[in-house]
C-alpha cells in the first residue's frame, strides 16, 4: 500500500525528539501550550514545565476535534500571551503545534521572548496549511518560514534550522486519505466508486512526491523552527 501522506506526525515527533536532544542537560525548559504535554518524554534531561490556557476539552462540534481532552498535567494555567513569570525564566522554549490556535501569534511570540533567557533556544512547529481542528481555538490555517523569517529576525535570534515538513504531494495525499472521513460526517457518505478514486489518486501522487523538486515552497504539512536568541 502506499505510504504518500502518513508521515505528518511521525516526521514532527522526530524532529522535536532530536531537536530536544541539542538542549543541554538541566536547562530549564518551558513547553508553551503543551496541552496534554505528549513531548514531556523526551525532556528527562531537562527541568520541564508545562503552560497552557486548558479551555480546550475536546468536544467541539465544528471540523476535527480529539474527543477528549486532559489538561491535569499542567504546571502553569495562562493565556499564552501573559504567562505569570519573570523575565527571562527559562533557558529554552518550544512551541509544537500552538500558534495557529492563538489569536495574535505574534504577541504570543513577543511573550516567548520574554520569558527566554538571551542565549536561550527556541523551538517551533507549527502548520504550513490546515483543515479547521481544536475550534473554536483554531485562528489560522497556518504560518509560513517567511513569518518567523520577519519577526524572529526582528526579535534578534539566529535560526539554527529551518525545515518543511513534507512536500505539495504529500499534504495532498495526507487530505486525500481523510476524504472517507470528512465524506461521511460532511457529504452524503463514501461509496466503492469513491474508494476506487482515491486509490489511483494515491498511485499518482505517491510518483510525484518522489519526482519531486522542492514543491515544499508550494505546500507541505509543517514548518520546523529551531533557533537561539540573541544577547
Known amino acids: ?18 531537536t530536544l536532544k541539542k538542549i543541554p542537560t ?12 505528549q513531548f514531556k518524554k523526551f525532556c528527562t534531561h531537562l527541568n520541564y514545565t508545562a503552560q497552557d490556557f486548558a479551555q480546550y476539552e475536546g468536544d467541539g462540534n465544528v471540523g476535527l476535534q480529539m474527543g477528549s481532552w486532559d489538561n491535569s498535567k499542567l504546571d502553569i494555567v495562562s493565556d499564552i500571551t501573559a504567562i505569570p513569570v ?10 509544537i503545534e500552538v500558534l495557529e490556535h492563538v489569536p495574535d501569534p505574534v504577541a504570543a511570540l513577543k511573550e516567548i521572548n520574554r520569558v527566554l533567557r538571551k542565549d536561550g533556544y527556541l523551538m517551533i ?7 479547521t481542528h481544536f475550534a473554536p481555538y483554531h485562528f489560522a490555517p497556518g504560518l509560513s518560514r517567511f513569518f518567523f523569517e520577519h519577526h524572529l529576525g526582528i526579535m534578534g535570534y539566529d535560526i539554527i534550522d529551518l525545515q518543511y ?49 522542492k514543491s515544499e515552497e508550494l505546500l507541505c504539512f509543517n514548518i520546523f523552527v529551531f533557533a537561539k536568541k540573541g544577547n
Open 1 to 18: 500500500m502506499f505510504a504518500v501522506g502518513t508521515n505528518n506526525e511521525t516526521n514532527r515527533y522526530k524532529w522535536t525528539e532530536e
Open 26 to 37: 538541566g536547562y530549564k525548559i518551558l513547553d508553551a501550550g503543551a496541552g496534554e504535554c
Open 86 to 95: 519573570a523575565d527571562e525564566s527559562f533557558d529554552a522554549v518550544m512551541c
Open 125 to 131: 512547529t507549527v502548520p504550513f496549511n490546515s483543515l
Open 165 to 213: 515538513n513534507g512536500n505539495y504531494f504529500e499534504f495532498i495525499a495526507q487530505e486525500v486519505r481523510r476524504v472517507k472521513r470528512v465524506a461521511n460526517q460532511y457529504s452524503k457518505g463514501y461509496n466503492f466508486f469513491d474508494k476506487i478514486v482515491t486509490h489511483l489518486q494515491l498511485l499518482s501522487l505517491e510518483k510525484l512526491s518522489k519526482r519531486s523538486e
